[in-house]
């Protein structure tokens, strides 16, 4: 059973460019969940999505972020117009169940993103 | 105020030392504690959760005190490969929202 998928791992971008960061969850589970780790901080939630629905985006930042979560296919958190301060590790994690708990939260390997 | 916080170290100790570290948390509705390996690099990867009443997992010791809002974890007789950096993370009951420390790095040298 495959894990929490993401790509690319890494991903190199100039300042005004736009990042498309892909996760395919676990096999069964349809509620994904995405956090940034920025250099030095510990994971920060960004947005929580289950099939077709986007159910808290409390942690995205007002402008230039977006996330989905299609019916078919993997989520995409979609940054516009990158600057350097979005440079991070953005992680996704994936569940089967609402209102998980951290047991049942199973993280991907992550996306470095560097803008340049 | 930060929701978790933690010394980062890094706490460097000899193979098969004992190394024992805090965190703090400031919600105190917060309801469920765990602790976090991250390699360096890697995801996040759930080590431990930890009770009430402290709990035990071979060489690693966890504890919780809700009065004073800290959570400890105690590892045993060190060994290389427990060189990571440990993370705190707190959740509020009902709340899928995971607050991670930044955690604290562990080197432990031969």
């Known amino acids: 059973n495959a894990g929490v998928m993401q790509n690319p791992r890494h991903l190199v971008r100039r300042r005004g460019q736009e990042a498309r960061l892909r996760c395919s969850p676990m096999?069964?589970?349809?509620?994904v969940y995405w956090y940034r780790q920025l250099p030095e901080e510990g994971l920060k939630f960004m947005v929580y999505?289950?099939?077709?629905?986007?159910?808290?985006e409390s942690g995205m930042p007002k402008e230039r972020f977006s996330a989905e979560f299609p019916k078919e296919g993997p989520s995409i958190l979609r940054i516009q117009q990158v600057v350097r301060g979005d440079s991070a590790a953005y992680f996704c994690a994936s569940s089967p169940v609402r209102l998980a708990g951290v047991e049942t939260q199973y993280f991907g390997p992550g996306t470095r993103l560097l803008v340049l | 105020r930060k929701e978790v916080e933690q010394d980062p170290g890094p706490f460097n100790v000899p193979e098969g030392a004992t190394v024992a570290f805090n965190c703090t948390y400031s919600n105190s509705a917060s309801q469920s504690f765990f602790w976090y390996r991250q390699d360096c690099r890697k995801e996040p990867k759930l080590l431990m959760s930890v009770y009430s009443s402290g709990n035990e997992d071979g060489r690693f010791t966890a504890q919780l005190n809700r009065a004073s809002q800290y959570i400890s974890l105690l590892i045993r007789d060190s060994k290389l490969s427990d060189s990571a950096t440990y993370l705190c993370v707190v959740n509020t009951r009902g709340d899928y929202k995971l607050s991670f420390g930044a955690g604290t790095t562990v080197t432990v040298r031969a």
């Open positions: 999505l289950q099939k077709e629905n986007i159910i808290d």
């Open positions: 096999k069964g589970h349809s509620h």
